[in-house]
């Protein structure tokens, strides 16, 4: 399919919300208008504990947990990856359990994650899978390894372990010919597992991108470092890149701690960094597979064009564009209607342990200016529009 035969209508609702009844559009309505309220959200995890130990698990599954997750076990996830392939997007299952650092937890989310990946193997509709390094290796440790710190003894070990999951998931992955997103995190871990995803890479991308590393451009020096390694790597080279979801935790440590804030001085300068991100891959896609993380429609737009420039046809492997599920449909759904290849993250895990991913994406899109404005409004627009087919009918 040419773009110049398929322009994309961000503003299309009826597209961009034909996988949803009535019913759904109104209960997300609901839930998005909850999020206008700040105290909701404070109280939101403690309530939210609160209704599951009281026997209401339902209450939160069938609400948010709904809205922005998949399942509560890759199993469970089927229906929610099969619908999203019958309008040609794709799942990255995201195993969203988060705070468990024992050495037997950071087995079993390993465990986890290679389950992702065999789900994908062979599965057109799940194009990536995806971990965290803090799902497997100690948030503490990655730390001590990003400050290059002495490590004890028994901490070398420890590394040794957290680097051999790390291994074994990647490893699997190029086993399996599955892409993988090592998920970007705080600016003080990110050294560590910068490092880590860069052995990962030369080592698994000899014929193509498996192994993709997340620039987070939100920070003022990660254009840089993306421009630095295109420069020295021989081999081929996936990016997924977002702007970034740790803003009010990062100017918090910096300020507390004495250094200089990594976050860029303005929004301005996180979208002008972003889009020069997608321009110096493209000028490099030869040599590299990107995946665009964002719900910004002008991002996405600007990649369109570049792709238009670069001649290159929406469905062009090396090119992707991905939202969050539950989020920014009109992007999503209008992209792929177009031929462009999509992908959603589909969060997912048992509903009390996914509490904090929940409460944190709750959070953030409420933050973001004009986020919780914009699905509010595109939602209304399309339940208006469907009354008024429904009186012409």
């Given at each position: 399919m040419n773009m110049q035969n398929s322009p994309v209508e961000f503003s299309n609702t009826e597209v961009a919300f034909a996988h949803m009844s009535n019913g759904g559009l109104s209960k997300a309505r609901l839930l998005f208008n909850s999020f206008n309220f700040p105290g909701l959200l404070t109280l939101g995890p403690p309530m939210a504990n609160m209704a599951i130990a009281l026997g209401f698990k339902n209450l939160i599954k069938n609400t948010i947990f709904e809205q922005f997750c998949g399942g509560e076990n890759v199993d469970t996830c089927r229906k929610t990856i099969d619908r999203l392939a019958a309008s040609r997007i794709g799942t990255i299952l995201d195993y969203s359990v988060e705070g468990e650092e024992s050495e037997a937890n950071f087995d079993a989310t390993c465990a986890e994650i290679i389950r992702t990946i065999d789900a994908a193997a062979g599965n057109n509709h799940i194009p990536f899978s995806v971990f965290k390094t803090t799902g497997i290796i100690r948030f503490a440790l990655l730390e001590k390894m990003s400050s290059h710190e002495a490590l004890s003894d028994s901490e070398k070990e420890?590394?040794?372990?957290?680097?051999?999951?790390?291994?074994?998931?990647?490893?699997?992955?190029?086993?399996?010919?599955?892409?993988?997103?090592?998920?970007?995190?705080?600016?003080?871990?990110?050294?560590?597992?910068?490092?880590?995803?860069?052995?990962?890479?030369?080592?698994?991308n000899t014929r193509?991108?498996?192994?993709?590393?997340?620039?987070?451009?939100?920070?003022?020096?990660?254009?840089?470092?993306?421009?630095?390694?295109?420069?020295?790597?021989?081999?081929?080279?996936?990016?997924?890149?977002?702007?970034?979801?740790?803003?009010?935790?990062?100017?918090?440590?910096?300020?507390?701690?004495?250094?200089?804030?990594?976050?860029?001085?303005?929004?301005?300068?996180?979208?002008?960094?972003?889009?020069?991100?997608?321009?110096?891959?493209?000028?490099?896609?030869?040599?590299?597979?990107?995946?665009?993380?964002?719900?910004?429609?002008?991002?996405?737009?600007?990649?369109?064009?570049?792709?238009?420039?670069?001649?290159?046809?929406?469905?062009?492997?090396?090119v992707w564009f991905s939202q969050l599920l539950g989020m920014s449909d009109h992007i999503s759904y209008n992209l792929s209607h177009a031929g462009y290849n999509v992908c959603k993250y589909v969060p997912y895990g048992p509903v009390k342990a996914v509490i904090p991913y929940l409460t944190r994406r709750a959070r953030e899109n409420s933050s973001v200016a004009g986020q919780m404005g914009r699905e509010l409004s595109l939602i209304e627009q399309e339940i208006k529009r469907r009354k008024q087919v429904g009186a012409r009918g």
């Open positions: 420890e590394w040794s372990r957290g680097v051999d999951r790390f291994n074994k998931i990647c490893s699997h992955a190029e086993e399996k010919q599955v892409r993988i997103f090592v998920d970007a995190e705080e600016s003080w871990i990110q050294d560590a597992i910068d490092r880590l995803a860069e052995e990962a890479a030369k080592r698994h193509k991108a498996i192994v993709f590393n997340t620039i987070q451009l939100y920070r003022h020096d990660r254009l840089e470092y993306l421009k630095t390694q295109i420069v020295y790597a021989t081999w081929f080279l996936g990016f997924k890149l977002v702007r970034g979801a740790y803003m009010e935790k990062e100017r918090k440590r910096a300020n507390d701690v004495g250094y200089i804030d990594p976050i860029q001085p303005t929004k301005v300068a996180s979208d002008h960094d972003y889009n020069e991100a997608l321009k110096h891959c493209m000028h490099h896609i030869d040599k590299i597979s990107i995946c665009a993380g964002t719900h910004n429609e002008n991002s996405s737009r600007y990649l369109m064009e570049l792709m238009q420039e670069k001649q290159l046809q929406p469905a062009d492997e090396r």
